[in-house]
Nanobody, 128 residues
Framework: QVQLVESGGGLVQAGGSLRLSCATS????????MGWFRQAPGKEREFVAA????????YYADSVKGRFTISRDNSKNTVILQLNSLKPEDTAVYYC?????????????????????WGKGTLVTVSS
């Protein structure tokens, strides 16, 4: 079992930044690929960003490419999502997720249905 706990959400004005963290614990001796997903009110959960176990492969949704950056520190069992140039449409609950995966990450490998472990989420609200 792997436990995931997100933090760093909050209220920010459009154009601002936030730094989300995902702390992992439990059976963390991978190889776990990690992903961030989000779910806005009344919408389905969607993929945001993913990073391979080694950190050498990353993948982003088109809607966040160039604004969000995913990174990880395996020595600290932490995954970070840096959110810059935030827009009101980025408002959502952001979830961290993990799956056993040793290959480069892509949309198929990191779809919501492919993820095994989920955190409870952290709310990001972007005001206009």
């Amino acid at each position: 079992q792997v436990q995931l706990v997100e933090s760093g959400g909050g209220l920010v004005q459009a154009g601002g930044s936030l730094r989300l963290s995902c702390a992992t614990s439990g059976r963390t001796f991978g190889p776990y690929a990690m992903g961030w997903f989000r779910q806005a009110p009344g919408k389905e959960r969607e993929f945001v960003a993913a990073i391979s176990f080694s950190g050498s492969s990353t993948y982003y949704a088109d809607s966040v490419k160039g604004r969000f950056t995913i990174s990880r520190d395996n020595s600290k069992n932490t995954v970070i999502l840096q959110l810059n140039s935030l827009k009101p449409e980025d408002t959502a609950v952001y979830y961290c997720a993990a799956r056993l995966w040793s290959a480069p990450v892509d949309s198929a490998a990191m779809s919501p249905g492919a993820m095994k472990y989920w955190g409870k989420g952290t709310l990001v609200t972007v005001s206009s």
